[in-house]
């Protein structure tokens, strides 16, 4: 059974800093390319950040220079570590899975990041 596990949100004020984790399950991590998205209310689901198989990474302008994505295959693991957050950075956080040319893709559940005073 495919698993997404999203942990580490929560309430931080504007400059502050959370890491994002995402335990994975049920299949083999390092055969995919892994991202983060998120959905702020009201809005479409955006790209933050992805990692490749090979560790290559992509983020949206909005969170580059403030957002780092990396990976720990061994752990079965991605990670997201934003720092000097802003309230615009308030939103649902989502863990993906992809494979390149499989047509597979699997999410998580869901973590909320609040950035507010």
């Known amino acids: 059974q495919v698993q997404l596990v999203e942990s580490g949100g929560g309430l931080v004020q504007p400059g502050g800093s959370l890491r994002l984790s995402c335990a994975a399950s049920?299949?083999?991590?390092?055969?995919?390319?892994m991202g983060w998205y998120r959905q702020a209310p009201g809005k479409e689901r955006d790209l933050v950040g992805t990692?490749?198989?090979?560790?290559?990474?992509n983020y949206a302008d909005s969170v580059k220079g403030r957002f780092t994505i990396s990976r720990d295959n061994a752990k079965n693991t991605v990670y997201l570590q934003m720092n000097s957050l802003k309230p615009e950075d308030t939103a649902v956080y989502y863990c993906?899975?992809?494979?390149?040319?499989?047509?597979?893709?699997?999410w998580g559940q869901g973590t909320q990041v609040t950035v507010s005073s």
């Open positions: 993906n899975a992809q494979r390149p040319g499989f047509g597979i893709n699997y």
């Open positions: 049920g299949f083999t991590f390092s055969f995919y390319a």
């Open positions: 990692i490749s198989r090979g560790g290559n990474k």
